[in-house]
């Protein structure tokens, strides 16, 4: 049952648009996914609920708010989906790009190569950058539908949550390095610039 019902969930337009909009917000509520699919809330809750059985998607309880988020597994299924994207349209469409390491897009090579050398500050480093290449994805895609301020607003304005996690998660810890810091300052000034204009 298990593997014929994942194919079918793929095979059918709300689902996978589901997936693709929780790659697109990074960490989201089930409610965001509904408009973003444009489908009712119970549908969207059974289709997130059939991913997290399949190990696609987490759920994670801060107070009251529940978020749902993509697991490693999930993040391999939306490569994939690209892939698919890019086999049969011969490209992403604008918004789904995200920055190659190495690329002139790429946060990295704009610090000359340098990294944060211990493991802590590699995945908060990472953590940001997934983030920032988020934003800017968002933001790209908006920009090229021609979206009003409200609607920039409404797409951008949850990251600041995450950076206010990012920035608690940095403070328990007593050696940030510099370059991390300095990624996470800039990140936190481009989402308020973009949600500024």
């Not at 973009?194 to 204009?197: E, F, G, H, S, Y």
């Given at each position: 049952?298990?593997?014929?019902?994942?194919?079918?969930?793929?095979?059918?337009?709300?689902?996978?648009?589901?997936?693709?909009?929780?790659?697109?917000?990074?960490?989201?509520?089930?409610?965001?996914?509904?408009k973003e699919?444009?489908?009712?809330?119970?549908?969207?809750?059974?289709?997130?609920s059939?991913?997290?059985?399949?190990?696609l998607v987490?759920?994670t309880?801060?107070?009251?708010?529940?978020?749902?988020?993509?697991?490693?597994?999930?993040f391999?299924?939306?490569?994939a989906?690209?892939n698919?994207?890019?086999?049969l349209?011969?490209?992403?469409?604008?918004?789904?790009?995200?920055?190659?390491?190495?690329?002139d897009?790429?946060?990295?090579s704009?610090?000359?190569?340098?990294?944060?050398?211990n493991?802590?500050?590699?995945?908060i480093?990472?953590?940001i950058?997934?983030?920032n290449?988020?934003?800017?994805?968002?933001y790209?895609?908006l920009?090229?539908?021609?979206?009003d301020?409200?609607?920039?607003?409404?797409?951008?304005g949850p990251?600041?949550?995450?950076?206010?996690?990012?920035?608690?998660?940095?403070?328990?810890?007593?050696?940030?390095?510099?370059?991390?810091?300095?990624?996470?300052?800039?990140?936190?000034d481009?989402?308020?610039s973009?949600?500024?204009?």
């Open positions: 049952m298990a593997k014929e019902y994942a194919e079918q969930l793929f095979l059918q337009e709300k689902p996978t648009l589901a997936l693709l909009a929780i790659w697109s917000f990074q960490k989201t509520y089930a409610s965001v996914i509904t699919i444009n489908s009712t809330f119970a549908h969207t809750t059974k289709i997130l059939k991913m997290e059985e399949h190990g987490k759920f309880m801060e107070g009251r708010v529940k978020y749902v988020e993509l697991t490693d597994s999930g391999k299924v939306v490569e989906l690209k698919l994207i890019i086999a349209e011969g490209e992403l469409p604008e918004g789904m790009e995200q920055a190659e390491e190495g690329s897009d790429d946060p990295r704009n610090r000359n190569g340098v990294l944060p050398d493991k802590q500050d590699q995945d480093y990472e953590k950058k997934r983030l290449d988020t934003i800017v994805s968002i790209n895609e920009v090229t539908s021609g979206a301020t409200e609607t920039v607003i409404r797409r951008l990251f600041k949550r995450d950076l206010k996690k990012i920035e608690n998660i940095m403070r328990e810890y007593q050696d940030i390095e510099d370059v991390t810091l300095e990624y996470f300052i800039e990140t936190k481009l989402l308020e973009l949600i500024n204009q």
